[in-house]
């Protein structure tokens, strides 16, 4: 192997993470000249599900796969660790509002956001538990020794859901959409971005001519998925998520090519497109490789999306304003 990789993954027992550890440890995500170290942490109530996923990994006798341990603290399993991913996290339950979820979530982060100052120098964290706009926020400040701009959440699941309702709505394949980009906050309110996106070279509303649909069945589809899926099969996305946070990295970690871009939620330096500093916000961005990034400039919003960006960023700043005792200091 050239070169070796610690990767920690958070709820390593539940769906998303066995169907996530398994790609990891087979070469796909970090490439074949790449030994992975594999750190699973889980609840010490959880742990017995965590060792069985270790044991499955030995199994399947990857190349790649250096060593797999299993961890029940955090501090332990973030040690030297060069990827974080932090996929574990509350599922709302019959009856609890968002905001009860982030609180409930808030404190599990800023555990794990003071423990990740045991990570390698070079760390990058992937926020894929719910609320991850939030729960990464809270773990960016309760860990000032990371800068700021190492903490990502995910919006990759949204944007391959909206690519994938559009190559449905219009015949074409996913591959032919570029530019699709998801702004602000992983819930109802996110905005994906279809004024800005091309089918084959052209405008998606050269190619899709039903404004009406694209402007309300679109993204309220996109919107309420996650909801749907949950209703249909009872549990939430796990496999289309771990093949979302595959994607997040492999996004970061290779340089984007010209003429597109993607969806990462970062913080917000103020700046950009007039969002309001520290916030996780989800912007279009291009990897400039090994996980640097720069959001896209100049990009054109009309006055439908910037009503829509608006409703994206008053969320945020409301859920910021739930977990402001969590935020100690700042980046």
Known sequence: MKKEIRVAVTGAGGQIGYSLLFRLASGEVFGHDTGVHLHLLELPAMINSAQGVAMELEDCA????LSVNCFDQAADAFRNVNWALLVGSKPR??????NDLIKVNGGIFVEQGKALNKASSDVRIVVVGNPCNTNALIAMHN???????RFTAMTALDENRSK?????????SVGDIKKLAIWGNHSATMYPDFENATMAGKSVTDVIKDKTWLETDFIKIIQQRGAEIIKARGKSSAASAAEACIDHVKNLNKKTEEGDWFSCAIPSNGKDYEIPKGLIFSFPVRSLGNGSYEVVKGI????FARTKIKATTDELL???EVIKDMLAGSN
């Open 164 to 172: 994938a309702q559009l190559a449905k709505k219009a015949h074409m």
């Open 62 to 65: 990857f190349g790649n796969l």
């Open 93 to 98: 339950g019959p009856g609890m509002e968002r």
């Open 143 to 149: 860990c000032r020794e990371i800068p700021a701009e």
């Open 300 to 303: 054109h919003l009309s006055d």
């Open 318 to 320: 409301a859920e910021r």
